[in-house]
T-cell receptor, first 112, second 112 residues
């Protein structure tokens, strides 16, 4: 089966600019997650969707980050405006059964 | 919230030797403990997991042990091979679709 697709692979922006990441989960996976992985750290959950609905966004900096999942399939994560500390790899994951996450390869964001 | 600590941060072993990575968690309600392997430029991949009603689980060269009383769990890799070189993350969750909290990662290097 095809994996979790993410784009772009890399993005460099200046601080205060905006950026968007896209994720296409594995077909049929109802649950979708966005994680932020800062260099040298473990992934940190930003937001979790169950179909179209948000299950957990307690660690999403809502003043600058937003995410949506249209029609329960693709998802986009947006940062506006970006800060230097947002430099990280943004990982999307999906799961059919709660135990088995499949991660995408991530988008590496550099804010300069 | 849950806090997962992981040690060591880096580990170098000779090919054929064993490697052990240890984690502790803080939330006594956590009952699901997955381990992930992350290769360079890729997302984390689930390699083994254990639930709180089991003290030990083995899959070929990989084993995990759990001590719920002490709130710690470990990953054991025997007969290490160069392809085992990667970053390993432990994680903890209260199960179901609840948030998975990751440790800080261990960079394992297997020297041929």
């Amino acid at each position: 089966e095809a994996g979790v697709a993410q784009s772009p692979r890399y993005k460099i922006i200046e601080k205060r600019q905006s950026v968007a990441f896209w994720c296409n989960p594995i077909s049929g996976h109802a649950t979708l997650y966005w994680y932020q992985q800062i260099l040298g750290q473990g992934p940190k959950l930003l937001i979790q969707f169950q179909n179209n609905g948000v299950v957990d966004d307690s660690q999403l900096p809502k003043d600058r980050f937003s995410a949506e999942r249209l029609k329960g399939v693709d998802s986009t994560l947006k940062i506006q405006p970006a800060k230097l500390e947002d430099s990280a790899v943004y990982l999307c994951a999906s799961s059919l059964e709660w135990r088995f996450y499949t991660f995408g390869s991530g988008t590496r964001l550099t804010v300069v | 919230g849950e806090n997962v600590e992981q040690h060591p941060s880096t580990l170098s072993v000779q090919e054929g030797d064993s490697a052990v990575i240890k984690c502790t968690y803080s939330d006594s309600a956590s009952n699901y403990f997955p381990w992930y392997k992350q290769e360079l430029g890729k997302g984390p991949q689930l390699i083994i997991d254990i639930r709180s009603n089991v003290g030990e689980k083995k899959d070929q060269r990989i084993a995990v042990t759990l001590n719920k009383t002490a709130k710690h769990f470990s990953l054991h890799i025997t007969e290490t091979q160069p392809e085992d070189s990667a970053v390993y993350f432990c994680a903890a969750s209260t199960g179901g679709y609840q948030k998975v909290t990751f440790g800080t990662g261990t960079k394992l290097q297997v020297i041929p």
